[in-house]
C-alpha cells in the first residue's frame, strides 16, 4: 500500500497570502495518478487536481498541482475567504487500494 | 447532470444491521465504478471500498474485508453499503463517488454523494 503524508497538517495564513502544500509518498508515483481534493465542512470533498497538475472543471486557476516521483505539492496563488478548508492528496496508481494522505488544516491567520 | 444522492442519517445500536444507499443520476450507472469512504469523528477520509456496477467486480480495503459488504443494484442505479453488526467504530460519514473515466477505477473521483451520517450508540 502507497502511503501519503502530507505537510504541514495545519496552515495558517491570511487571504491574499500564497498556499503551499505539499505531499509525499512511500513509493514512486506516476504522474497520471495523484490528485488533490478540497473538503468543507458538512460538504462533499471536491476534485480541484488531478494527474498531478491537471485542474477540474470549474476549477479557479489560483490553484495549480506540482510534482513527480515522490514529491508532489498544491498551490493556492493568492488565498481567497472560501479556499481555507481542508485539502487531502490521492493516490490512484494502485487502485485499489486508494489511499489519501491526512490532510492538510488551511486555517484563517 | 450526474448526481449522487444518498440515503439519510442513520442511528443504531451496537450489533445491529444497516444498509446505506447511493443513487446514481444523470450518466450510464453500470459503467462507471463508485468507491465507499469514510471519515471517522476529527479525522481524515478513508478509502472502504469499491464496486463496477456493470458487473458487481468488488474490492476491499485490508481493514474493511469482512467488516463490510458493498454491492449493487443497476436496475434501480443505486450502489449500498451494509453491515451485518455495527460496532460503535463504525460511527462516521460515509461518502460514496465515481471515479471519472468509463470503466478505469484509476482515475480521480469526480462526484460525489452528500454523505450519510452513521451514528452507532448503545
Known amino acids: 500500500e502507497i502511503v501519503l503524508t502530507q505537510s504541514p497538517d495545519t496552515l495558517s495564513l491570511s487571504p491574499g497570502e500564497r498556499a503551499t502544500l505539499s505531499c509525499r509518498a512511500s513509493q514512486t508515483i506516476s504522474s497520471h495518478y495523484l490528485a488533490w481534493y478540497q473538503h468543507k465542512p458538512g460538504q462533499a470533498p471536491r476534485l480541484l487536481i488531478y494527474?498531478?497538475?491537471n485542474r477540474a472543471a470549474g476549477v479557479p486557476d489560483r490553484f495549480s498541482g506540482s510534482g513527480s516521483g515522490t514529491d508532489f505539492g498544491l498551490t493556492i496563488s493568492s488565498l481567497e475567504p472560501e479556499d481555507f478548508a481542508v485539502y487531502y492528496c490521492?493516490?490512484?496508481?494502485?487502485?485499489?487500494?486508494?489511499?489519501f494522505g491526512q490532510g492538510t488544516r488551511l486555517e484563517i491567520k | 447532470e450526474v448526481q449522487l444522492v444518498q440515503s439519510g442519517t442513520e442511528v443504531r445500536k451496537p450489533g445491529e444491521s444497516l444498509k446505506i444507499s447511493c443513487k446514481g443520476f444523470?450518466?450510464?450507472?453500470?459503467?462507471?465504478?463508485i468507491d465507499w469512504v469514510r471519515q471517522m469523528p476529527g479525522k481524515g477520509l478513508e478509502w472502504i471500498g469499491i464496486?463496477?456496477?456493470?458487473?458487481?467486480?468488488?474490492r476491499y480495503s485490508p481493514s474493511a474485508q469482512g467488516q463490510v459488504t458493498i454491492s449493487a443494484d443497476t436496475s434501480s442505479n443505486t450502489a449500498y453499503l451494509q453491515w451485518n453488526s455495527l460496532k460503535a467504530s463504525d460511527t462516521a460519514m460515509y461518502y460514496c463517488?465515481?471515479?471519472?473515466?468509463?470503466?478505469?477505477?484509476?482515475?480521480?473521483?469526480?462526484?460525489w454523494g452528500q454523505g450519510t451520517l452513521v451514528t452507532v450508540s448503545s
Open positions: 490521492q493516490q490512484y496508481v494502485n487502485s485499489p487500494p486508494i489511499t
Open positions: 463517488a465515481r471515479h471519472s473515466l468509463n470503466g478505469d477505477y484509476s482515475s480521480p473521483q469526480d462526484y
Open positions: 464496486i463496477y456496477p456493470g458487473d458487481s467486480d468488488t
Open positions: 444523470g450518466y450510464s450507472f453500470g459503467s462507471y465504478w
Open positions: 494527474g498531478t497538475s
